[in-house]
């Protein structure tokens, strides 16, 4: 009995082991993956950029990849998404096809967007890495939120010990602080949302305070793209949420204290958005900061419209009064797409501009599918998919796998196509 009792209790403890192992890899990769990524974050902020500057993003990048080769080896069941694989395929494509004409490193940068791919997205599977970027996708709603608020409080306290408040030095691009907040804003709304009676308050309380801040931020940042996006991405929410009315009523009052703050104060929080439509009217043109950017990339699909000019490349360099051939090709040359879905078609032609719609659509379908299951985070995550796509039409980073946004977009569509059994029914992961 005594050798019998023993037995059991080896066994138990084993399994117990095993379970454990099984999440503290993928946990240990997340903790050090959020590491590195605050250090290539940083570079977008005003405090500890010049600290950031010691670590070059190809070791940042690196160490990325390196990842997602350790969580294969620890589980050798590994899946290939085949749209994806497919994808990559046509990249490569179009790289081959046009290596006269290369321009801004596209080799090196489709070598990181492979690379990232491994990490972020479904591209490759596992157990491990689908646990890696559970964590990690917590982790970067987390930091987003944390992000908004201390942009605020910092704001706050520069204003009341200087002359003005200054207000990017956690995020330095007023763009980028503007689609931060509105991810954030979608994902508190969906928390808000999902409320019921009895809910402990101070959760409620943190919702809504965090659902107001990043309005007010959204607006203040200016990024028309962003707001435009979370409009439709709030609508989505609102109408496959309608049952729960106690919810709902709280995030349609958040919404409307939100608004009317930003009316109440107006002045500097709407100055941004004002001055892009003084622009517009003077110009004859709502679009006019996206309008060459735009035309260059369907000018350049029309010079190879199957297979694209090359990927991550450019062969136009806009300005505001005309587009200009790029003769000599050149490193150090940038240019900035102005659409994310628009590059995808020059880039990869209509070949891989097909598989990147039927991609996207693909996951508006797994979506449809978990929320027929019960899976009410799905809401969610179709909410800020939604947003990212419509903000993505304005900001070209579905290519570049140095832009927090690929990082969240990526992660997004992992979340999304995650195994039935790592998916929680009543919370947001």
Sequence with gaps: ?????????????????????????????????????????????????????????????????????????????????????????VGAMSLILNYKTLNYMPVLRFCFFCGMMCLFSPLVCNASLSRFRHYLWSCALLLCRVGIILSLLLYVVTALTGEWGNLYLIFSHPMTLS??????????????????????????????FSFMVAVVLMVWGGSRGAILGFAIAELYLVFLLFRNRYGIARLLVA??????????????????????????????????????LWQSRLEEFADSPIFGIGFANA???????????????????????????????????????????????????AIRLRRRNGDLSAICHGALLLLLLVQGSFEGWVLYAGSLFFFLYWVLSSQILKPQSLQPSNRLS
């Design 315 to 365: 062969t136009r360099f806009s300005t505001l009064y005309d587009n200009q051939i790029v003769l000599a090709p050149s490193a150090d040359m940038t240019e900035e797409p102005g659409s994310s879905w628009l590059s995808v078609l020059s880039n990869t032609g209509i070949v891989g501009f097909a598989i990147m719609a039927f991609w996207n659509f693909y996951l508006f379908r």
């Design 179 to 208: 689609m931060v907040a509105a991810i954030v804003a979608v994902a508190s709304s969906w928390q808000i949302a999902m409320s019921k009676k009895g809910q402990h308050v101070a959760k409620t309380v943190f919702d809504i």
């Design 1 to 89: 009995m005594l050798y019998g009792s023993f037995t059991m209790e080896f066994i138990k403890g084993y399994r117990k082991f095993l379970h454990y192992r099984r999440h503290l890899l993928p946990m240990a990769f997340a903790v050090l993956a959020f590491l590195v990524a605050l250090v290539e974050v940083s570079r977008m902020s005003g405090i500890i950029s010049n600290c950031a500057h010691f670590i070059s993003s190809p070791l940042v990048f690196s160490f990325f990849c390196l990842v997602p080769a350790l969580a294969i080896l620890e589980s050798h069941r590994v899946s290939v998404n085949r749209i994806l694989m497919l994808f990559c395929t």
């Design 255 to 292: 919404l409307v204290a939100s608004f009317a703050i930003v009316l109440a104060i107006a002045g500097p929080i709407t100055r941004k958005v004002e001055l892009k439509f003084e622009i517009g009217r003077e110009n004859n043109s709502l679009i006019f900061s996206r309008q060459q």
